[in-house]
């Protein structure tokens, strides 16, 4: 998320109630996670061992819990809480506004495009021409959706990510003050739960067609072209390339990129990334050549064992 302006390191730090490490005017020009940040962004880092990946990241402010030797060309905001800190600054830059009507005054709709009654847009969403949004579709703010998109009824758009820090009293929620964006000619099916980023975008791109309930988590990216059938299950910040298939209740774990044209099975598990071009299925999920393998060798666990009991009588 880019801030509307530049701020300063000390404007920041006061905002937070936070000491810091660098110049006071060093700039700041927006915030994000770690997968997506970009020079002038704050990340966060509230864990010893994610230490050096953010300070080794492209963001050139760290939000960290510890004062620690701060790299040429950063720095610091030192927080007892970066988590909370973080969280302040989302509230602080991109609020929660409530809505009082179905369709938001700021949003913008292009030529052409039907919306299906008992429908909700929120504040500054974008919705392109000659779409058709059916009924009871909820498309929270800042959305953005190009042309020539179908969405069936019940969909729901902007989501919180599902994103908590466990506390002694429970779980404290990340705000997400991120995106949706829909590419032309992307069609979702009926009561999808399309997540919004964090801070950043959660994108499908052109030409994908996706089936009835299926959930995408937050900053996760989809591909050009692909099909993914009813029940499939895409965690956060996952990658998947162009022209994949993914059929249905497939269920796709967080933080991994899927090549482009890969094809996954039914109700396959997948727990780390794979190569594209591949066909894929089971739990967890592999090639073709090697899930076979498997199961002609578990095949033979009945054969081996009776020649093990027969070696003993003898």
């Keep these: 998320m880019k801030f509307p302006k530049q701020h300063t390191l000390k404007d920041i730090a006061q905002l937070i109630n936070c000491d810091y490490v660098g110049n006071d005017d060093f700039p700041v020009l927006g915030m994000n996670e770690i997968h997506v940040v970009e020079p002038g962004d704050i990340v966060f880092v509230d864990h010893p061992k994610y230490y050096d990946k953010a300070l080794n990241s492209a963001a050139t402010i760290v939000l960290i819990n510890k004062e620690v030797a701060c790299p040429e060309g950063k720095a610091l905001l030192i927080s007892d809480d970066p988590f909370r800190d973080f969280n302040k600054l989302s509230n602080h830059f ?48 800042d959305a953005i959706i190009g042309d020539n998109v179908t969405i069936h009824a019940g969909t729901v758009l902007g989501a919180n990510a599902f994103y908590y820090k466990k506390r002694p009293e429970g779980f404290d929620r990340l705000l997400s003050c991120g995106r949706v964006v829909l590419e032309d ?48 299950g895409v965690a956060g910040c996952v990658i998947i390339g162009d022209e994949v298939t993914i059929w249905g209740q497939v269920g796709i774990t967080s933080g991994i990129t899927i090549g482009s044209k890969a094809v996954i ?38 054969e081996i064992l009776d020649m093990l009991k027969n070696q003993q009588k003898n």
């Design 265 to 302: 099975s039914a109700k396959s598990g997948v727990s780390k990334s794979l190569e594209g071009g591949k066909s894929y299925f089971g739990i967890p999920a592999d090639d073709f050549r090697s899930k076979y393998k498997e199961i002609a060798a578990i095949k033979k666990i009945p």
């Design 94 to 141: 991109k609020p929660f506004k409530s809505a009082n009507s179905q369709i938001s005054d700021s949003a913008v709709i292009g030529e052409g495009t039907i919306i299906q009654p008992n429908c909700f847009i929120g504040h500054n969403v974008t919705i392109g021409k000659y779409c058709v949004i059916h009924s009871n579709v909820s498309i929270y703010d």
């Design 185 to 232: 000619n992307v069609d979702l099916g009926a009561a999808c739960t399309i997540d919004r980023g964090v801070t950043g975008d959660t994108r499908i791109k052109e030409g994908t067609k996706i089936d009835n309930f299926v959930q995408v988590g937050h900053d996760t990216v989809i591909g050009k072209k692909c099909l993914i059938a009813a029940q499939v």
